[in-house]
């Protein structure tokens, strides 16, 4: 997912729109690309956003969705997303977390 990029290609097309040689730009093009933040998917909103929405816990909630609690938090910090039929219950969670008591085992 994450593509790697040539640093030393930007610098020389910096430095040939500038017209000049600017010294430190592969320093900083380098502190820049180490620095770059983490995207959030809608999913991992999503999946918070339910989860947060029926007032459990991590545990509580993967164990109300049968799912493991690790799995669980791949999907909040973005590592995986969910399938397609969870993403559906997750929805209507968001919608109406008083559904997840009809969860219950």
């Known amino acids: 997912m994450n593509k790697e990029i040539d640093l030393e290609t930007i610098a020389n097309a910096i430095e040939l729109d500038a ?45 109300r969705i049968s799912t493991p609690v690790a799995t669980l938090r791949d999907w909040e910090q973005g590592r995986f997303t969910p399938p397609g039929g969870v993403l559906y219950l997750l929805r209507l969670l968001a919608k109406h977390p008083d559904l997840s008591n009809e969860l219950v085992n």
Do not use: D, K, N
């Open 19 to 63: 017209g000049e040689t600017i010294p430190e730009l592969r320093q900083a093009l380098a502190e820049a690309q180490s620095m770059q933040g983490r995207i959030t998917t809608p999913e991992q909103i999503l999946v918070r956003q339910a989860r947060e929405r029926t007032g459990l816990t991590q545990t509580l909630f993967a164990h």
